[in-house]
């Protein structure tokens, strides 16, 4: 699918700080995952430049892309689920940065956070996810001994499934399911749990979690990939 967005019109810079708070503001009341922000800034500090702030001609905001590039065995094992997304450590993850790399290593970019703001300088809304992605695709693979074999994102919204389902991406089977314990109290704090899950064969949350009935259902996210 082609992008509308016209390269030399659109601006690349890094993430600055209040952009990258906001970010995680956001990623925090979208659904409650253990990500600390020290963690987010290590994923933006260990590869910059797959961090990108686009603003227009004018210096206007018009999104953001944060994206991890990690090494495939723990790339593979993140699709599964047996690594969870808030405990990329990039020091082990990530793939060496050196510019004289002796030998090739393949690497899957993991999209974090994508967003296109609703105020975009006066820039064309249409193809933005597609240029983004296009965009640190081709960082990635101009990077010497790296060879890209795929992306991946943990989706949290229906707008969020739908953009990357667009941009070709499938759904692994790995789903993380946020659960509300239901209070006895009017003051108690309301307790929230993380519970992994594969899908059925049907696309459904497995029958034994469904029929949690001590407990709701606040927030689905749900792993997706492309290979390259």
Same mark, same amino acid.
């Given at each position: 699918?082609?992008?509308?967005?016209?390269?030399?019109?659109?601006?690349?810079?890094?993430? %600055?700080? %209040?952009?990258?708070? %906001?970010?995680?503001?956001?990623?925090?009341?979208?659904?409650p995952a253990p990500l600390?922000?020290?963690?987010?800034?290590?994923?933006v500090d260990g590869c910059p430049d797959l961090s990108i702030s686009f603003r227009s001609s004018m210096?206007?905001?018009?999104?953001?892309i944060i994206a991890l590039p990690i090494r495939q065995p723990y790339w593979d094992n993140l699709?599964?689920?047996?690594?969870?997304?808030?405990?990329?450590?990039? %020091?082990?993850?990530?793939?060496?940065?050196?510019?004289?790399?002796?030998?090739t290593e393949e690497v899957g970019l993991h999209v974090f956070h994508i967003e296109r703001f609703a105020e975009s300088g006066g820039v064309r809304k249409r193809g933005f996810a597609q240029f983004a992605v296009d965009e640190i695709v081709q960082r990635a693979s101009l990077r010497e001994g790296w060879k890209v074999?795929?992306?991946?994102?943990?989706?949290?919204?229906?707008?969020g499934k739908k953009t990357f389902h667009r941009l070709g991406f499938f759904p692994t089977g790995y789903v993380e399911v946020f659960i509300a314990k239901e209070s006895d109290g009017a003051d108690d704090k309301q307790e929230v749990r993380m519970v992994s899950a594969y899908l059925d064969d049907h696309q459904q949350l497995p029958a034994w979690l469904k029929g949690v009935v001590s407990h709701r259902i606040i927030s689905q996210s749900e792993m997706t990939a492309k290979y390259l």
């Open positions: 699918m082609a992008s509308t967005f016209e390269p030399d019109t659109i601006l690349r810079g890094t993430v %600055e700080d %209040e952009v990258l708070q %906001e970010v995680y503001a956001s990623d925090q009341d979208m659904y600390t922000f020290a963690r987010l800034k290590s994923w210096s206007q905001p018009v999104g953001v699709l599964k689920g047996t690594l969870k997304e808030t405990d990329i450590d990039p %020091e082990v993850a990530f793939p060496s940065r050196s510019e004289n790399a002796a030998t074999v795929g992306l991946s994102a943990l989706t949290a919204t229906p707008a």
